[in-house]
Nanobody, 116 residues
Framework: QVQVVESGGGLVQAGGSLRLSCLASGRVFAINTMCWYRQAPGKERELVACITIGGSTNYADSVKGRFTISRDNAKNTMYLQMNSLKPEDTAVYYC??????????WGQGTQVTVSS
């Protein structure tokens, strides 16, 4: 079964950094754009950033200039480098396909908590 596994979250002070990882099933990862999403308590899940097979990226306005998405196709792994973290970045972070492609089963996500 196709699956994704997120890791790398934790508790960090405002201004700090974290690097998230997403390991995805090989066949899916090799042919698709992949994205990071997040869901804060009481809020809808939102798109954070996406990266194509060729490395083109796009970001939500709220994270531009602070977050960097990347991927290692040989390792079927995608990353999200998060710098200058803010309390409003606190959420569970997930990886998945873009909505237009149809979502894979959601992973358990990884919790990011930013203290002020």
């Amino acid at each position: 079964q196709v699956q994704v596994v997120e890791s790398g979250g934790g508790l960090v002070q405002a201004g700090g950094s974290l690097r998230l990882s997403c390991l995805a099933s090989g066949r899916v990862f090799a042919i698709n754009t992949m994205c990071w999403y997040r869901q804060a308590p009481g809020k809808e899940r939102e798109l954070v950033a996406c990266i194509t097979i060729g490395g083109s990226t796009n970001y939500a306005d709220s994270v531009k200039g602070r977050f960097t998405i990347s991927r290692d196709n040989a390792k079927n792994t995608m990353y999200l480098q998060m710098n200058s973290l803010k309390p409003e970045d606190t959420a569970v972070y997930y990886c998945n396909l873009p909505r237009m492609f149809g979502y894979l089963p959601w992973g358990q996500g990884t919790q990011v908590t930013v203290s002020s």
